[in-house]
């Protein structure tokens, strides 16, 4: 019987796509050991996306969640997923950049899955590439899935060929907006299979439209043997096929899984618990939903979308703004719809529509990704009269000559607190405000949360932590009980 290797997203990918990043340190500290006992392949903890999250609103320290969960998972290889910059919106420096793959490293990450967002592997990727490499982390890159006219088979086989070329350890289809069916996933996976060579290829996808869970099957049919999953209530949704949805169905396709899919129940149990005491969504499967392959947006990146909308009162033109992102996206040359290039595109869907005048306000990042600065691919296939109309505005001139200035890492910590300043904190600084540092480090070490316990128990347990409170009494029927 051939194997089948799990690699688990419940702590990075399936809270990103249900919780919108809002897992805390302390939710994932309890169940480290038991996963690090389920023979998982890899446990994805944290992803770039989460590191400005965690400082800014959740008010942890995310260097002090990846050593955590690093002391605790000591058998399965921890994985950070990253793009080739820091803060995943800018062009980061080299400079930077080398800090803080080391940091990661000795953090204690030692797997790293990697995307460019176009695709485009010759952009910035190989330096960071040597980078991961001279700190022994292994490597693998990220093949982004997306649907328009020139993201054929042909590209993927030709890009798959291109990622084998870099001698990554592996190489992962990810399908971030949920777009495959089983009938593009029977002729995509040969294809990169081709291109791939002797390169091992892992399937990544998200549950959006309904599909995925069979796209799964089709692809484990095909000869992928490694595959993502999430375990509930963080699986399904928006977020990575349950994992044990997948192994049930990999045991039926004559594959043997290697893990202990019933050492799983505890943790799922922590993890509901959770989401019902802090009102936390819970993943369930979603029905088909053609507007997908419409506006390709990704299920988390709609979410804070709508968010947005309602802050400025027009939540209601929600479906609006997404009809208007499919244009934007053909206009733009189909960008592929995952960060940043998702929230681009809808960041300027949403201006038109609130301008009631396309591009009569034209954003930064979208000026800089026709100009090129986001590397070539994706500034082609551009339409001619809108790139006329955006690099012909008074903006577009302050970004004519715009190269990322690769600065010395002396003059960057300088800036940003002098020579005395740590790696960590010279990573966090570039990140965040140091207001916003100040605050999560004055909010102490993150606070653990117990599961399994008797609800009562619990009640009692959380009332004498208020300080506010002289005396608590429980009262039911003729049974008291009283605190002083």
Known sequence: MKKMSFVDTTLRDGHH???????????????????????????????????????????????????????????????????????????????????????????????????ESSNDFD???????????????EIIIGLVYSISPKHTDKYYAEKAAHAASLKPDAIFIKDPAGLLTPERTKSLVPSVFSGAGEVAVEFHGHCTTGLMQACYAEAMKLGIETVHTAIPPLADGS????????????????????IDVDSLA??????????????????????????????????????????????????????????????????????????????????????????GERYKQITDEVIQLVMGHWGKEAATDIDPNVRDLICNTPRAKHFQNWEVEE??????????????LSDDDLILRYLAPVQEIEEMYKAGPAKIYSTGERPLAHL???????KRFTSIAIQAGDDLIQFN
């Not at 009692?460 to 208020?466: A, F, G, H, I, M």
Request: with cysteine; hydrophobic share 40%; aromatic share 6%.
């Open 266 to 355: 505890p943790i799922s149990n922590h993890f509901t618990e959770i989401a019902e005491r802090e009102r936390l969504p819970i993943g369930a499967p979603l029905e088909y939903d053609l507007a997908q392959y419409i506006h390709n947006v990704p299920g988390g990146v709609i979410s804070h979308l709508k968010h947005q909308l309602s802050q400025i009162g027009v939540v209601n033109r929600l479906d609006e703004v997404l009809i208007e992102v499919g244009k934007v996206r053909a206009e733009l040359g189909y960008p592929i719809m995952v960060t940043p290039f998702s929230q681009f595109v809808c960041s300027q869907a949403t201006l038109n529509v609130i301008a």
């Open 123 to 137: 952009n910035r990727l190989p330096a960071v590439l040597d980078m991961l490499r001279e700190v022994g982390i």
């Open 407 to 420: 600065v010395e890492i002396s003059k960057i910590r300088e800036k940003l607190g002098g020579p005395s």
């Open 17 to 115: 796509s249900l919780w919108a990043m809002g897992m805390r340190t302390g939710m994932m500290v309890p169940v480290a050991e038991r996963l690090d006992e389920v023979g998982f392949k890899s446990i994805e903890v944290c992803g770039a996306g989460h590191l400005r999250k965690c400082i800014r609103e959740l008010k942890e320290n995310p260097w002090e969640r990846i050593r955590l969960m690093s002391d605790r998972i000591k058998k399965t290889p921890i994985t950070f997923m990253m793009s080739t910059s820091v803060t995943v919106f800018d062009i980061t420096p080299y400079s930077v950049l080398k800090i803080y793959v080391e940091r990661l490293a000795a953090h204690g990450i030692n797997r790293v899955q990697i995307i």
């Open 460 to 466: 009692v347990q959380e009332l004498l932590k208020r």
């Open 239 to 258: 977020s990575q096929p349950s994992v044990f949805n997948v192994e049930k169905n990999a045991r039926l396709l004559g594959f043997e899984p290697e």
